[in-house]
């Protein structure tokens, strides 16, 4: 038997009462089947929620079989708020898609793990959401150049560009860019520390200009938009 703790990022149904759950740990996603999951008998009914961190002892090869589990934390809280909801699926839809990609999995695990509680108690949680989207960047390993102008390695007064993936000063100006206030914004939560202070200062007028650079450096350098970015946009406006 083994042992295995992580977050549900998805579940799907698989006959007609049990269901299976992928769950993404310290080596990965894996696929664990519940069966009888979904009787209202069942031990495992409040389990199997997406969110929820749990520990699981398993049995198989090919597809893992629940023998045992534990609720850790349960995190379904969040789905009383549409808003937050939603943008909470984009984030589990983001992660779910990498989670397959080789990269450090104990340090994103540990930085979700960081995250969701801020998520769940703060009215103002879409920085970190961005915050959590930025650093995945780096563990895929297309992590932008937020410091210096690519031309000429200046540091001040600088904007960015999504097609190079890096800064640019007043004299090196790409055809195509995000202004200095954005980049800065961007930068405050790009090399934001949770262990040091969890207040993040950012003008929300500022937010969807954070959120529209997100979108196109996913989709520039890595051909990845979330199907939850549809809802968002009608809930939100951007």
Do not use: W
Request: charged fraction near 25%.
């Amino acid at each position: 038997m083994e042992e295995y703790t992580g977050i549900i990022l998805k579940k799907i149904s698989y006959k007609e009462s049990s269901e299976i759950i992928y769950l993404y740990t310290l080596d990965g996603l894996i696929g664990v089947l519940v069966h009888g999951s979904k009787k209202m008998k069942s031990p495992f009914l409040n389990l199997t929620k997406v969110l929820n961190y749990v520990k699981v002892f398993v049995s198989g090869k090919n597809l893992k079989v629940l023998r045992d589990a534990e609720i850790i934390e349960n995190n379904t809280s969040i789905v009383t708020d549409l808003e937050k909801y939603t943008y909470v699926t984009h984030m589990v839809e983001l992660i779910y898609y990498f989670a397959t990609h080789e990269h450090d999995h104990d340090k994103l695990l540990g930085f979700i793990l960081k995250i969701i509680p801020e998520i769940k108690a703060r009215a103002d949680y879409i920085p970190y959401i961005y915050m959590l989207e930025l650093k995945l960047l780096y563990l895929l390993g297309v992590n932008p150049n937020l410091k210096t102008c690519l031309s000429c390695d200046e540091t001040k007064e600088l904007v960015f560009s999504v097609k190079d993936g890096s800064c640019f000063c007043k004299n090196h100006l790409p055809d195509d860019y995000f202004s200095n206030e954005v980049l800065e914004a961007v930068k405050q939560l790009y090399y934001f520390d949770l262990e040091k202070t969890r207040e993040i200062e950012i003008n929300s007028r500022v937010l969807p200009e954070i959120r529209k650079l997100l979108d196109e450096y996913y989709d520039y350098h890595l051909n990845y938009h979330s199907k939850a970015r549809k809802m968002l946009k009608g809930l939100i406006g951007y």
